[in-house]
């Protein structure tokens, strides 16, 4: 990522930073690293978070977790850019899932 954090970054430049880090995701898979293409996905996933409007995401509330098959994510509480819950159909074990992996159930 850049010199600047993703707090103090304007919509447009996050948008190019997951842009970018989605484009060095894409390289990495094509050269068969599998690694290097994971960790720039999940940044990517932590820019979109910023781009997130935080008062969607409703503690008590069930979400699609994107990118899954058919799991949904209880919402507890949020803390940053991270909500905190658990994954239903599992052990109830308290997780942190980035905010951008959430879509509305509703």
Do not use: C
């Not at 948008?15 to 599998?34: D, F, I, P, S, T």
């Not at 932590?46 to 969607?56: E, N």
């Not at 008590?60 to 994107?66: A, I, N, P, Q, R």
């Amino acid at each position: 990522m850049s010199e600047k954090s993703l707090k103090e970054m304007t919509e447009q430049e996050i948008r190019q930073e997951v842009a970018n880090l989605m484009e060095k995701a894409r390289k990495a898979e094509q050269m068969g690293m599998v690694n290097e293409f994971a960790v720039h996905q999940r940044k990517a996933v932590l820019a979109q978070s910023y781009l997130v409007d935080l008062s969607t995401i409703v503690p008590g509330e069930l979400y699609k977790m994107e990118g899954t098959d058919g799991t949904y994510f209880h919402v507890d509480y949020l803390k940053g850019r991270f909500a905190w819950g658990y994954r239903l159909g599992g052990a109830r074990k308290e997780e942190a899932v980035p905010v951008a992996l959430l879509k509305p159930v509703k």
